[in-house]
């Protein structure tokens, strides 16, 4: 829907800022879809719908190659296995049990090689991360109203100028 809304110019800098590698598309999906409850199928049909648009729109340079899979409730060996067969160098996914969570971070294991199928071999590794902060802002960078973190002014003509500090 953002795109649609855009005049011709800004979609031309936003195709020139993808081709020159200063943004990076992630995911790439139509949606991120539920690793729950979704069938196989239904997860390669949406990714194929966005990979579709995103390489129509943008050209090879749109092509994501890092997972984004943040808020789904749990994560599957299959969802893993099919961004590695789809050619995905890692993902980086969010939500797991704060056991689970806790022993990583007190192992320094938050980064691994997720060896999504057995019968597939290393052809479905891939290089996943645990977000370490949910996918939240990062400490004194809110910018909710109901937040009590200071705002970020960056006019340097304001009194309230902090944007250095920050």
């Known amino acids: 829907m953002w795109w649609q809304e855009q005049d011709e110019a800004s979609r031309n800098l936003y195709r020139n800022l993808i081709n020159s590698g200063q943004i990076e598309l992630i995911g790439g999906g139509w949606v991120m879809n539920d690793e729950a409850d979704s069938h196989y199928q239904a997860t390669i049909d949406q990714f194929t719908w966005g990979l579709r648009w995103l390489e129509e ?25 099919i961004m590695a067969q789809m050619g995905f160098d890692g993902l980086f996914f ?14 320094s294991t938050m980064e691994m090689v997720w060896e999504a199928s057995e ?10 991360s645990v977000l370490y ?8 960078f809110c910018v909710d109203v109901n937040c009590d973190d200071d705002p970020i002014i960056d006019n340097p003509d304001s009194p309230d100028y902090n944007l250095e500090t920050k």
Request: contains cysteine; neutral net charge; charged residues 20%.
């Open 94 to 107: 969010s939500r797991l049990d704060y056991q689970d969570k806790e022993a990583r971070l007190n192992t």
């Open 133 to 140: 902060n949910h996918y939240s802002y990062p400490t004194g």
């Open 57 to 81: 729109t943008f050209g090879v340079c749109g092509r994501p190659r890092i997972g984004w899979q943040i808020d789904p409730f749990g994560h599957s060996k299959e969802t893993a296995s």
């Open 119 to 128: 019968s597939l071999g290393s052809s479905s590794d891939l290089f996943t």
